[in-house]
């Protein structure tokens, strides 16, 4: 009998309670609350992985992984570049030239920044320029492949020719005058990103090189793709000679992604106190069980029935009511995930966001982080109600009720 007491209280103070229904109606809500906090924290943690994914992956391809600069020469020499391909042969590199310019066309005007890339090196690391390769084939010299935004603002259409000025100054007469150049179109590019559709314009490095005053032989840097870029660049570190340095695209970008980490933390926090607010429903619930059960406890007490007994029962009964809300919110958000991944149900600009569908990535670790903090806070909940039901003064309680 004694063995069975504990879930014979739970199935007993689980049940709807006609005479005060306040009680199991806030034991309701208490369930509710935990299901959908739960429910709504699940699927926010999924949109924030998945919003900073899909901006990682952007911004690494136009940014490049990993960008190797000279830091006190001018220059990089194709000998180094060949020596990095040697050492690192797993790695796909492509040296480049880069200046910044004006387009002048129509009577408008606005900066870009030129690329010289040779577009066989380039389309092995750039998946968005390559695309374009694929659709408008390779551009020769003096051509252009530019961002999609370039092309609407000026109306440039494929096959027409854009002037381009740049700060290198050419003589011309008694004075040094900026160079003018005229590109053909060769094609456009759409990476997603406004940033770089509206500024980024490549060319081959042929064309670049005598615009710049630059030997052939000799880069401004070397954009290089890796498995595991944030590892991988600690070894290009170690063989680059004096005078030259690697920067990680997450470096370059720091400032935004360490601000979505923030936002995702806080996102957390505050999503998570509305489990804790949800959880004292069950503390309420409770509470006014162990109240209304006075004269039942006390009877219970003295029949024979230990302290501890009592203790389970209503710890128990607490974590029932709370572990249900947690499983039931976990199965709503993980239906949720897949209902926003395969209906359009919301839709983003993709001018602002990159992607017109929303972006979902719920990582293991963020599902169990926040299982087990609602886990802990239902727990948490159940158990000071369920110490104060074993401090019901057992001579005073039969006496006065």
């Known amino acids: 009998m004694i063995k069975s007491l504990v879930p014979y209280l739970v199935k007993k103070y689980i049940r709807f309670d006609k005479s005060q229904p306040f009680i199991s109606i806030s034991a309701i809500l208490a369930f509710l609350g935990v299901s959908i906090g739960l429910m709504v924290l699940i699927v926010a943690m999924a949109i924030m992985n998945g919003t900073s994914k899909e901006f990682e992956e952007k911004i690494s391809t136009m940014s490049y992984p990993i960008t190797v600069v000279p830091s006190s020469k001018q220059y990089i020499s194709d000998e180094l570049f060949q020596a990095l391909q040697e050492r690192f042969p797993k790695f796909v590199m492509s040296p480049y030239l880069n200046t910044q310019a004006i387009i002048k066309q129509n009577g408008q005007m606005s900066g870009v920044i030129v690329f010289g890339v040779d577009f066989n090196h380039e389309a092995k690391i750039n998946n968005i320029i390559n695309k374009s390769l694929k659709k408008y084939g390779f551009p020769k010299k003096f051509e252009t492949i530019l961002g999609e935004n370039i092309a609407k603002t000026y ?37 997603g990103l406004q940033a770089y559709d509206s500024a980024y314009f490549y060319t081959t490095l042929e064309a670049l090189s005598k615009i710049v005053k630059v030997k052939e032989g000799y880069y401004h840097g070397i954009h290089i793709s890796s498995p595991k870029p944030v590892e991988d660049i600690k070894s290009i570190r170690k063989i680059l ?24 933390k806080a996102l957390f926090i505050v999503l998570m106190l509305i489990i804790l607010v949800a959880s004292l429903n069950i503390i ?10 006075r004269k039942e406890i006390a009877l219970l007490l003295a029949l024979g029935a230990t302290k501890e007994e009592i ?7 607490g974590s029932l009511i709370g572990g249900a809300g947690v499983v039931m919110g976990a199965l709503l958000g993980l239906l ?17 966001y990159g992607t017109s569908k929303l972006p979902l990535d719920l990582s293991m670790f963020d599902f169990i982080a926040t299982v087990v903090g609602a886990v802990f806070i239902v727990l948490f909940s159940s158990y000071y109600p369920s110490k104060k039901a074993t401090e019901v003064d057992i001579l005073t309680t039969l006496r006065n009720e």
Do not use: C
């Open 311 to 317: 203790k389970k029962a209503f710890f128990y009964l």
């Open 155 to 191: 109306a440039l259409e494929v096959g027409k020719r854009v002037t381009v000025v740049f700060t290198e100054a050419s003589p011309g007469g008694f004075s040094l005058l900026p160079t003018m150049k005229r590109f053909k179109v060769k094609g456009t590019f759409k990476s």
């Open 241 to 264: 000679p004096i005078g030259y340095s690697a920067v990680g695209w997450w470096q370059q970008n720091g400032n935004l992604f360490s601000a979505m980490a923030m936002e995702k």
């Open 336 to 352: 949720g995930i897949y209902v926003l991944g395969h209906f359009d149900i919301v839709t983003l600009p993709a001018d602002v």
């Open 284 to 293: 309420s619930s409770l509470l006014m069980t162990v109240m209304n059960r």
